[in-house]
C-alpha cells in the first residue's frame, strides 16, 4: 500500500494505491465475513465457495464491503504514521476517485482536520483599565432590604379580607364546562396576591375574600396558554381561602444589626455592606478588564473554523440544557412545546456562542503548545483538593472516585490557569 496526501485549508485528502494481491484479500476478508448471508441452489448456506457467489451475484458483491475493510485499515495506519494529523469528524470515501482495475485499487479519503492557528499577537499588548462602579447609598439600602426580607415573618391575619400582598393558602377546584381538568385542582395552595403566578384574573378576584369564605371565580385561560385543551377556554374555580399572612419585615435599628450580623450598630453594620460592595465591585472590574484581554488575543488569531467544530460544539450544548432539563424532571420535547420554540432555532441561537468558543479554544491551544504550558502532578493534586474542600468532600476519598476523564479535567484547569496568568503577565492593563 502507497498513499499520498494533499491539504486544502481544513480538508485533508489521503489516495491510497492498494496492489492487487493486497485487495485480494481485502475481498477474500470481505467474503469471509458476509458469506453467511448468501444461498445458492446446490450449496449449503455460507459454504458457497467466493467464486460461485460472484458468478451467481455478479462479481462486484464485496467490492463495497471490501473497500470500506480496506480504508479503515489504511486510514488507521495513516493515523498512526503521521500523528500530526487531528481529525476533527468522521472520514468519509470519496466515490469518484475509485477506480479498480487489474493492478488493483486506487481510492481518496477526505477528513476535516483540526485548523492550522497562526498566533497574532498575544503579548506587549495595553487594555484600558476598567474604572469599577461607585458604591451609592442605594446600593447599601438594597442590600439591606434583602436582608430584611430573608429576616421577615409571617403573621395571620384574621380581622379582614384578602388584599394585594397578602400571602393565601387556598384550595380550589377548576372546571370547564361544568367538567374538572387535570392540574386544575390543589389543596393547601400557597399564592402571593400580586405576584402574578395564575392566570390572569384569577389573584385579583380573590381580593375581598375573608378567611372561610368559598366563592366561585371566572377566568379565561389565555390563547398561548402551554396545555392546548385549555387555549382560550373560560374556566369556574371554586376557592376557599384558609389562612391570610401578611410579611413582618424586621425594624431597621441596632437591634437589627446585632440579629443579623457581627457589629453592635446600624451604621458599623451599614459600613461593613459598603466595604463588601466595594470589594465585589473591584473584582467584577478586575473580571471585566481580563475579559477584555483575552478577548483581544483571540481575535488577534484569526481562525478558519471547520464547521463540524461548531456543530460539535452546539451539540454539547444542547445535551448540557438536556441534562438541566431532565434535573427539573422535563425533555426537550416538552421545552419546546411550552416555548413554541424548536431545535432549529436553538441550534440557531446556540451558533454564535459555539463560534466564539471553538475560536478562544483554538487560540488558547496555540499559545499553550508555543509557551511549552504544562500542569505538574503538584498542581493537579492541589486543584483536586481545592475543589475536594469547595464541595465538602474528603480529599482522599474524593481522590479515589476519580476517574482517569476527571484528571483531565482538573489538568485542563490547571493548565487555563497558568495560561491566563501568563497573558496577564506579559500584557498591561492601565
Not at 496526501?5 to 477474500?28: D, H, I, P, Y
Not at 478577548?295 to 481562525?303: M, Q
Not at 426537550?332 to 412545546?337: E, G, L, P, R, T
Not at 468532600?393 to 490547571?414: C, H, I, M, T, W
Request: net charge negative; aromatic share 10%.
Amino acid at each position: 500500500m502507497k498513499y499520498t496526501q494533499k491539504r486544502e485549508k481544513n480538508t485533508l485528502t489521503v489516495t491510497f494505491k492498494v496492489s492487487a494481491e493486497e485487495w485480494n484479500g481485502f475481498l477474500q476478508r470481505a467474503y469471509e465475513q458476509n458469506k453467511g448471508k448468501y444461498s445458492v441452489p446446490g450449496f449449503r448456506k455460507g459454504h458457497v465457495p467466493r467464486h460461485v457467489l460472484e458468478n451467481y451475484y455478479g462479481k462486484g458483491m464485496f467490492l463495497e464491503d471490501a473497500l470500506y475493510l480496506c480504508a479503515q485499515e489504511y486510514y488507521g495506519d495513516f493515523l498512526d504514521k503521521n500523528k500530526e494529523v487531528e481529525p476533527v469528524a468522521r472520514p468519509s470515501i470519496d466515490d469518484k476517485s475509485v477506480k479498480i482495475d487489474d493492478k488493483g485499487v486506487t481510492f481518496g479519503i477526505v477528513v476535516t482536520i483540526h485548523p492550522e492557528v497562526t498566533l497574532g499577537q498575544y503579548k506587549g499588548l495595553t487594555i484600558q483599565k476598567t474604572a469599577p462602579q461607585k458604591v451609592k447609598a442605594a446600593d447599601v439600602d438594597a442590600e439591606l432590604s434583602k436582608v430584611r426580607e430573608r429576616n421577615a415573618r409571617f403573621v395571620e391575619v384574621t380581622d379582614r379580607p384578602v388584599r394585594d400582598g397578602d400571602q393565601l393558602n387556598i384550595d380550589y377546584c377548576g372546571k370547564v364546562d361544568g367538567v374538572a381538568f387535570d392540574g386544575g385542582t390543589a389543596e393547601k395552595q400557597s399564592l402571593t396576591i400580586g405576584s402574578h403566578t395564575f392566570i390572569p384574573g384569577f389573584e385579583e378576584q380573590l381580593v375581598g375574600f375573608n378567611v372561610g369564605e368559598t366563592r366561585d371565580i371566572e377566568v379565561t385561560f389565555p390563547e398561548d396558554y402551554h396545555e392546548d385543551k385549555l387555549k382560550g377556554k373560560q374556566a369556574v374555580f371554586t376557592v376557599t381561602v384558609n389562612e391570610i399572612t401578611v410579611k413582618e419585615l424586621p425594624e431597621l435599628d441596632d437591634e437589627f444589626a446585632k440579629d443579623v450580623s457581627e457589629f453592635g450598630s446600624l451604621k458599623d453594620y451599614k459600613a461593613d455592606i459598603k466595604k463588601n460592595i466595594t470589594e465585589r465591585y473591584n473584582k467584577e472590574a478586575e473580571r471585566a478588564d481580563e475579559d477584555k484581554l483575552l478577548e483581544t488575543v483571540v481575535d488577534n488569531t484569526p481562525v478558519d473554523i471547520p464547521e463540524e467544530m461548531i456543530e460539535e460544539q452546539i451539540d454539547q450544548y444542547i445535551d448540557d440544557f438536556k441534562y438541566q432539563l431532565s434535573n427539573s424532571g422535563l425533555n426537550i420535547d416538552n421545552y419546546f412545546k411550552y416555548t413554541g420554540s424548536t431545535m432549529e432555532q436553538m441550534r440557531k441561537d446556540y451558533r454564535e456562542r459555539a463560534e466564539k468558543a471553538v475560536h478562544t479554544r483554538l487560540v488558547f491551544e496555540a499559545i499553550v503548545k508555543a509557551e511549552n504550558i504544562t500542569a505538574s502532578d503538584e498542581a493537579i493534586e492541589a486543584k483536586i483538593k481545592e475543589y475536594a474542600e469547595r464541595i465538602g468532600s474528603d480529599y482522599e476519598e474524593f481522590g479515589k472516585q476519580l476517574q482517569p476523564a476527571d484528571r483531565y479535567y482538573f489538568e485542563n484547569q490547571v493548565i487555563t490557569d497558568e495560561l491566563i496568568q501568563l497573558i496577564k503577565k506579559e500584557n498591561t492593563i492601565a
